[in-house]
């Protein structure tokens, strides 16, 4: 597709369940990223990944999130034994590599309740 | 660490007004420095960068922001703004000498009074 396409769109699940979240991010684009956006609030980083580096995990919150990316493609973002303050609007992006000065390209987002 | 700060969390402003969002940021190299836009249950889209080069910086829906090195500032301008502007602004920051992570700032939500 022309944009970063996140499925599913809407997620319910109950406390305790494991979720995964997927990002296809635009064809060609080595960078791709990982956000977490709460109600009402800012961006907060959760993981980056860059070709065939290793990805950059710094954000990630806990080690209950995990995210794994194949190749330049398809990532997904897996929360175990979800939590209700887990609830938030996932959100992926996807740039061209090549020293920062892209842009990131976002999806539409998962937003993901814990009920 | 790269850091980005919105000091204003409402801008309100009234329609055929120029309208500012305000942006500042730390990095320790050389920024490269984004604004997106997020409408209601949307993801963001992209408006306009600072890589080098002009400090006068021109984007989409006629949009345009301001380098300025010496007060670290990337502040997002307009000068006639129309009420299908309101929407939620971020500003954002990377360091050319760090890793490629983007950093954002909290966001300004803007509202164009009719």
């Known amino acids: 597709g022309a944009g970063v396409s996140q499925s599913p769109s809407n997620k319910v699940t109950e406390k305790g369940k494991d979720v995964e979240l997927r990002c296809d991010p635009i064809?060609?684009?080595?960078?791709l990223y990982w956000y977490r956006q709460r109600l009402g609030q800012g961006l907060e980083f959760l993981i980056y990944?860059?070709?065939?580096?290793?990805?950059?995990k710094s954000g990630l919150p806990s080690d209950r999130f995990s995210a794994e990316r194949t190749g330049e493609s398809v990532s997904t973002l897996t929360i175990q034994r979800t939590q209700q303050e887990d609830s938030a609007v996932y959100l992926c992006?996807?740039?061209?590599?090549?020293?920062?000065?892209?842009?990131?390209?976002f999806g539409q987002g998962t937003r993901l309740t814990v009920v | 660490a790269q850091s980005v700060a919105q000091p204003e969390d409402q801008v309100n402003v009234a329609e055929g007004n120029p309208l500012t969002v305000k942006c500042t940021y730390s990095?320790?190299?050389?920024?490269?420095l984004f604004w997106y836009v997020q409408y209601p249950n949307r993801g963001l889209q992209f408006l306009l960068k600072?890589?080098?080069?002009?400090?006068l910086v021109k984007g989409s829906y006629g949009f345009e922001a301001e380098f300025n090195k010496s007060q670290t500032s990337f502040h997002l301008k307009k000068p006639s703004a129309l009420v299908s502007d309101s929407a939620l602004y971020f500003c954002?920051?990377?360091?050319?000498?760090?890793?490629?992570?983007?950093?954002f700032g909290p966001g300004t939500r803007l509202s164009v009074l009719p």
């Open positions: 992006a996807s740039s061209l590599g090549g020293g920062g000065r892209a842009e990131a390209f």
């Open positions: 064809s060609g684009h080595t960078a």
């Open positions: 990944f860059q070709g065939n580096s290793a990805p950059d």
């Open positions: 990095v320790s190299g050389n920024p490269y």
């Open positions: 600072y890589i080098t080069g002009d400090n």
């Open positions: 954002a920051v990377r360091d050319n000498n760090y890793g490629q992570n983007f950093v």
